[in-house]
């Protein structure tokens, strides 16, 4: 079950739409900017929450509410899902009216952890890549069609023969115990940056350069990053193992690692509560 809202200045309204996905709501909704991320903490806490609404306030001109009033309402429409976590997209026009659609979190079963995903690459753009677009959600549509028929777990943007990201996610390869990312023409994932910050703390040097597509099977490991998903194992692209097939040992700390790091340090939807 899915609830959507919009939010105004005087009144929560909830919407009377057809509920199916997250994505299926935004898809009727008017175009904008959007932001997915999961709570945690019983729904008092999201990873980076200053980072999600920053991506969206900068490209408004004039947002409908402040971003005190917008923590407060969205604090207030959690607490039917309190005291377990949810799975929120917050939305906002450009017009700068501001909408919610959320749902009970549905972790990924652990087998997609301890086994890893198959993946392909696509042609696919984003138009402006360091903006969350709610129109990339329907150019998009027939490729997330294709690889949920096919079973795929995402599809890797590729341009001019280097792989970026992911459509709704981050996207890392590992050589030789260093971790590879793209960083120009992609959305600046609130997750990414937390692996990155965490596989640093560590020691694990970090280079900011995208993979190749014939470079596939040189690498040892391949993840991929989303606030709903935490790192996910990459084991296969398009028809080319990962490494040995298998999540790799860099990955699997890094994994441990970010899931204690959030645990430890999601920031309050209100400061005070």
């Known amino acids: ?22 994505d299926e709501i935004t898809r009727q909704l008017p175009d904008g900017y959007y932001s997915t991320f999961r709570t945690f903490d019983g729904g008092r806490g999201v990873l980076g929450f200053s980072d999600h609404l920053r991506r969206l306030y900068e490209p408004i001109s ?15 429409l959690l607490e039917p899902y309190r005291p377990g976590e949810a799975r929120v997209r917050l939305i906002m026009t450009h017009q700068g009216q501001v909408y919610f659609a959320m749902e009970i979190l549905r972790p990924l079963p652990i087998e997609v952890y301890e086994k ?15 903006l969350k677009s709610t129109a990339f959600i329907g150019r998009s549509d027939s490729e997330r069609k294709h690889i949920a028929k096919q079973g795929i777990f995402e599809a890797l943007l590729v341009k001019d023969g280097k792989i970026l990201e992911g459509m709704t996610s981050n996207f890392f390869s590992v050589k030789d115990d260093i971790l590879y ?3 120009d023409d992609i959305l600046l994932g609130v997750t990414r940056k937390t692996v990155i910050d965490v596989a640093q703390g560590r020691g694990v040097a970090v280079n900011y350069e995208p993979l190749k597509q014939d470079q596939l099977e040189t690498i040892d490991e391949a993840f991929i990053t989303s606030s709903s998903r935490g790192v996910v ?17 860099l990955t699997r700390r890094l994994s441990a690692a970010y899931d204690q ?3 430890e340090n999601a920031e309050r939807i209100l400061p005070i509560d």
Do not use: C
């Open 181 to 183: 990312t793209a960083q």
């Open 233 to 249: 194992p990459v084991v296969q692209i398009d028809r080319v193992p990962v490494g040995q097939g298998s999540p790799g040992p």
């Open 62 to 76: 004039a947002p409908e509410i402040d971003e005190l009033f917008l923590r407060r309402q969205l604090f207030t």
């Open 261 to 263: 790091y959030v645990q």
């Open 1 to 22: 079950m899915i609830d959507a809202w919009q939010i105004t200045p005087t009144q929560n309204s909830k919407l009377q739409m057809d509920p199916g996905s997250l």
């Open 116 to 130: 890893g995903v198959y993946v392909e690459t696509t042609e696919l753009q984003r138009q402006h890549p360091r």
